[in-house]
């Protein structure tokens, strides 16, 4: 493979991420990040020159809509279900003593 990760490159890799590994895990992670770092030089390969960069895979426009009141608010319906009402709001006993 052309890109040969060494042994203090794993370990400091380690260490960055706050890991401890392993003989067998070290061996494990050396091979993943050798194959992603091929993977990386076949990209490179290549001809991205015609490409516009991307900031987002999709295309976003203004995602905000005008709040518009469709059905009302429903607090008439769900107060009439109150057992007990304070002005337009629920009246419910205190749970936290203040004393």
Known sequence: MANMVSEETIEYVG???KLSLSKEEAGR???DME???AYIDKL???DTSGVEPLSHVLTSGNVFREDVVCNGDGSAAALANA???KGQGFLAP???DME
Request: glycine content about 0%; cysteine-free.
């Open 15 to 17: 260490i960055l991420a």
């Open 44 to 46: 490179n390969e290549l």
């Open 83 to 85: 057992p007990q009402r």
């Open 29 to 31: 992670a050396r091979k």
């Open 35 to 37: 194959e992603m770092l």
């Open 94 to 96: 205190r749970t936290i």
